[in-house]
């Protein structure tokens, strides 16, 4: 095997492993809301949300292509992959790959542990583009396209970035107060029971939706790490396995259960009502299709805390914990710079070892750091038996076992 057939299999399966952290960090975008209101059991929740994950991997490959295209600079005048890029099967540029994902692995892992709804999207865009910047300089990354139309990081993702949650959360905040304009008068209990099936099918909605942006993403890796190595030539298509492969990670992913982001969603923020959750994900189901048609690689998570912060402006006396709402920001602001940061050290590890023994020790030092992240999480458990207790920040482990054992 030789040192660029191995360092394609390491991407392949490092691409995978961020498709499935993917997966549970963002299972609260689409279930968080209908947990909390108590229209979905957790467990029955994250199962229906993996299933629907997995049927929207298959309805759109426009965002897999944006990530394909518009993230660093492949093509040449002709539209052919740039000759040095692709030399020694590609070496070169599949480790700027892995180094990126690394990335983008390392910050999905270091959000999930504190509980803090980040961007997985923005975690891997902010990796590859570190890694682009320290292998082939700014020059390397592609800001803005040709300048014809909305496209490369700045059109695609910076952009998206800015507007989608405030459009989100400025819809949710209008049918949040429309919904209570409405039922004003009708008993509560009649309400909550009939937004509550409301919100079945709305999440539903969010969980599709999903999948038709973030299970992309990795698609879209993929298949650049194989045109990288010789093994695809299409820039615009995307291999039936790798849709495949995708959709199955980011399905098992969400099954798992991303317990301690959901609870922050879903607690941390506003206390919801059923009226208030199905306005949150209906708003943030509508930008999130409407987006993946036009190629958007936003991030679903920001859509849909949005969402859910303008569902707590939109119900009058409602209380926004802004505190943690502020927590959020800074950490959306902090995750492709810091994700890029490590993305860019990875690949410093990898070239000045190169060789077989560059990728091998990226993935090393990723095994390592996951291996103590997961242990960190451990100290404060959250599973499907306290994500719904009230609100206090993550839960003590000793609240969590009496949970369990009750």
Not at 40 to 61: D, E, H, M, T, Y
Not at 63 to 88: H, R
Not at 181 to 210: C, D, M, P
Request: charged share 10%.
């Amino acid at each position: 095997m030789t040192a660029a057939t191995l360092i394609l299999v390491l991407v392949i399966a490092t691409a995978l492993a961020f498709d499935f952290t993917n997966g549970f960090h963002d299972t609260g975008n689409a279930m968080a809301t209908s947990i909390a209101t108590g229209a979905l059991r957790p467990k029955i929740a994250v199962a229906l949300s993996a299933v629907l994950n997995l049927v929207g991997a298959f309805l759109s490959v426009e965002v897999a292509l944006t990530v394909t295209n518009s993230v660093i600079k492949i093509q040449d005048s002709s539209g052919a992959p740039q000759a040095a890029l692709t030399a020694d099967d590609g070496y070169a540029l599949l480790l700027i790959i892995l180094a990126g994902l690394v990335g983008g692995i390392v910050w999905n892992l270091c959000t999930w542990v504190i509980g803090l709804p980040s961007s997985s999207s923005h975690a891997l865009f902010g990796g590859l583009i570190g890694s682009t910047i320290a292998g082939l300089g700014l020059r390397g990354v592609n800001w803005n396209g040709d300048g014809s139309k909305l496209d490369g990081v700045i059109g695609k993702v910076v952009l998206p970035a800015i507007a989608s949650p405030v459009i989100a959360g400025v819809v949710a905040a209008v049918g949040t107060w429309l919904i209570f304009r409405v039922v004003a008068g009708v008993a509560e209990r009649f309400t909550e029971t009939g937004f509550r099936w409301g919100q079945v099918g709305s999440a539903s909605l969010v969980s599709l939706a999903h999948g038709t942006n973030d299970a992309q993403k990795t698609m879209g890796v993929i298949t650049l790490a194989l045109i990288a190595g010789g093994q695809w030539d299409d820039t615009g298509s995307v291999p039936f396995w790798v849709k495949l492969s995708c959709a199955l990670a980011i399905a098992s992913g969400t099954y798992v259960g991303g317990w301690r982001v959901m609870r922050t969603l879903g607690k941390g923020l506003v206390e919801l009502r059923s009226p208030q959750g199905m306005a949150a994900e209906s708003s943030s189901a509508a930008v999130i299709l409407v987006s993946s048609h036009f190629g958007f690689a936003l991030s679903t998570t920001q859509v849909v805390t949005g969402s859910i912060i303008g569902s707590g402006v939109g119900r009058p006396g409602a209380e926004v914990r802004w505190g943690v709402a502020g927590r959020m920001a800074v950490a959306w602001l902090l995750t492709m710079p810091a994700a890029g940061l490590v993305g860019a050290a990875m690949w410093w590890v990898g070239d000045l070892l190169g060789g077989y023994a560059g990728p091998l020790a990226v993935v090393a030092i990723l095994l390592a750091t996951s291996g103590f992240l997961y242990v960190r999480s451990t100290l404060q458990p959250v599973s499907a038996d306290n994500v719904n207790d009230e609100w206090t920040g993550t839960p003590k482990a000793a609240r969590a076992t009496e949970g369990a054992a009750a």
